[in-house]
């Protein structure tokens, strides 16, 4: 039996963040390999949050233990996987922990005190307990080995994917039909946070007349500053801010984009690229971090701290249909490459390797 502790895909079904790729995970993981039997764990605080996530796999016997610290290894776990970002103290089988990103470490301004201590606490006790940290990127890797002191031979790169039957391209009456509601815009998708960028989105998308930005994202730490950048811009007729929308409506929104503009500057991975070429919509992104090793040659990069030059490549991807043809076309190939079932074939093989080391 493999133990996997996945306490941030407690609740409803996210359709973004860790807690959604920890589902597609799963799901992938107790598809492709039935013959295991996988305990989901989830710590005792997540549960009281929402209901649990059951992978369907009727042919995989799926086994929840509500209390990964005391009970896991006592029902024959021979390997343990803290996809959180986290690891309870165990007795001495494998264990491998799943590190997504190091911002609180690497950005300590862009976060509270308080989460900062927490989290990278968290980060640091995981990196000690583990025989094996997995990066979700070649940059993510070495910011774990930079900042967390894991030496780089304990650290394995597993890229995240995306799921192409559900993040698909629009038909045309649809996307007419959003155009018709919401006009030419811009979608950015994600947390209102300060490493997003978006105060710089919104500047460039001011300077182009007509183009619309519509954010999509719940509140965080820059909310204040991006209203205080569309005061600025005096573009307040042109920007729509959405918290909250379904999954169903974020592939529709993505697909129906003139373009998906992913200006962070600080991506552990970056799911939003890879989701928005899934759904054919053409990608300016940001040059920062883990962002083109995801984008590849798929999307048009840029350095996004700088305004003026955001706001010269979404110019050139809309005055430009053969150059938007070519990153859909281009996208569409790249999301079909980083599928999930691609990034549980390499998390499997890890753990047989773990298994083989450890027997």
């Given at each position: 039996?493999?133990?996997?502790?996945?306490?941030s895909?407690?609740?409803?079904?996210?359709?973004?963040?860790?807690?959604?790729s920890?589902?597609?995970?799963?799901?992938?993981?107790?598809?492709?390999?039935?013959?295991?039997?996988?305990?989901?764990?989830?710590?005792?605080?997540?549960?009281?949050?929402?209901?649990?996530?059951?992978?369907?796999?009727p042919?995989?016997?799926?086994?929840?233990?509500?209390?990964?610290?005391?009970?896991?290894l006592?029902?024959?776990?021979?390997?343990?996987?803290?996809?959180?970002?986290?690891?309870?103290?165990?007795?001495?089988v494998?264990k491998?922990?799943?590190?997504?990103?190091?911002?609180?470490?690497?950005?300590p301004?862009?976060?509270?005190?308080?989460?900062?201590?927490?989290?990278?606490?968290?980060?640091?006790?995981?990196?000690l307990?583990?025989?094996?940290?997995?990066?979700?990127?070649?940059?993510?890797?070495?910011?774990?080995?930079?900042?967390?002191?894991?030496?780089?031979?304990?650290?394995?790169?597993?890229?995240?994917?995306v799921?192409a039957e559900r993040?698909?391209?629009?038909?045309?009456?649809?996307?007419?039909?959003?155009?018709?509601?919401?006009?030419?815009?811009?979608?950015?998708?994600?947390?209102?946070?300060?490493?997003?960028?978006?105060e710089?989105?919104?500047?460039?998308?001011?300077?182009?007349?007509?183009?619309?930005?519509?954010?999509?994202?719940?509140?965080?730490?820059?909310?204040?500053?991006?209203?205080?950048?569309v005061?600025?811009?005096?573009?307040?007729?042109?920007?729509?801010?959405?918290?909250?929308?379904?999954e169903?409506?974020?592939?529709?929104?993505?697909g129906?984009?003139?373009?998906?503009?992913?200006?962070?500057?600080?991506?552990?991975?970056?799911?939003?690229?890879?989701e928005?070429?899934?759904?054919?919509?053409?990608?300016?992104?940001?040059?920062?971090?883990?962002?083109?090793?995801?984008?590849?040659?798929?999307?048009?990069?840029?350095?996004?701290?700088?305004?003026?030059?955001?706001?010269?490549?979404?110019?050139?991807?809309?005055?430009?249909?053969?150059?938007a043809?070519?990153?859909?076309?281009r996208?569409?190939?790249?999301?079909?490459?980083m599928?999930?079932?691609?990034?549980?074939?390499?998390?499997?093989?890890l753990?047989?390797?773990?298994g083989?080391?450890?027997?």
């Open positions: 039996m493999i133990a996997l502790e996945v306490s895909a407690a609740g409803p079904p996210p359709w973004g963040g860790i807690g959604g920890i589902r597609q995970l799963v799901a992938a993981l107790v598809r492709l390999d039935p013959e295991t039997r996988y305990a989901l764990a989830y710590r005792p605080s997540r549960l009281r949050r929402g209901g649990l996530f059951r992978p369907a796999a042919n995989t016997r799926i086994r929840v233990v509500q209390d990964p610290c005391n009970a896991l006592l029902r024959g776990a021979r390997l343990l996987h803290g996809m959180s970002s986290w690891l309870p103290r165990t007795p001495a494998p491998l922990v799943t590190i997504y990103d190091v911002n609180p470490l690497r950005n301004d862009w976060v509270s005190e308080r989460w900062r201590v927490l989290r990278g606490g968290r980060l640091r006790q995981a990196a307990r583990a025989d094996c940290v997995v990066a979700p990127s070649r940059h993510a890797a070495g910011e774990i080995e930079a900042l967390l002191g894991v030496p780089a031979a304990r650290i394995r790169v597993a890229p995240l994917g799921d993040f698909r391209p629009l038909e045309r009456e649809a996307r007419a039909r959003l155009r018709a509601r919401y006009g030419d815009f811009v979608l950015a998708v994600g947390l209102v946070s300060a490493r997003k960028n978006l710089r989105l919104v500047e460039a998308v001011a300077a182009i007349p007509e183009l619309r930005l519509l954010v999509v994202g719940r509140p965080s730490n820059a909310s204040e500053a991006f209203r205080a950048a005061a600025r811009t005096k573009s307040a007729e042109r920007v729509e801010h959405l918290e909250r929308v379904s169903p409506e974020l592939v529709a929104l993505l129906a984009a003139r373009l998906v503009a992913v200006p962070s500057l600080y991506e552990g991975f970056g799911l939003t690229v890879l928005a070429m899934a759904c054919g919509a053409p990608v300016v992104c940001s040059d920062a971090a883990s962002l083109p090793e995801v984008a590849g040659d798929a999307a048009l990069l840029v350095d996004a701290r700088d305004a003026d030059a955001l706001a010269d490549a979404i110019r050139r991807v809309l005055g430009s249909p053969a150059l043809d070519e990153l859909v076309a996208g569409l190939a790249r999301a079909r490459a599928s999930w079932e691609r990034a549980a074939r390499e998390l499997l093989l753990y047989r390797e773990l083989a080391r450890s027997a």
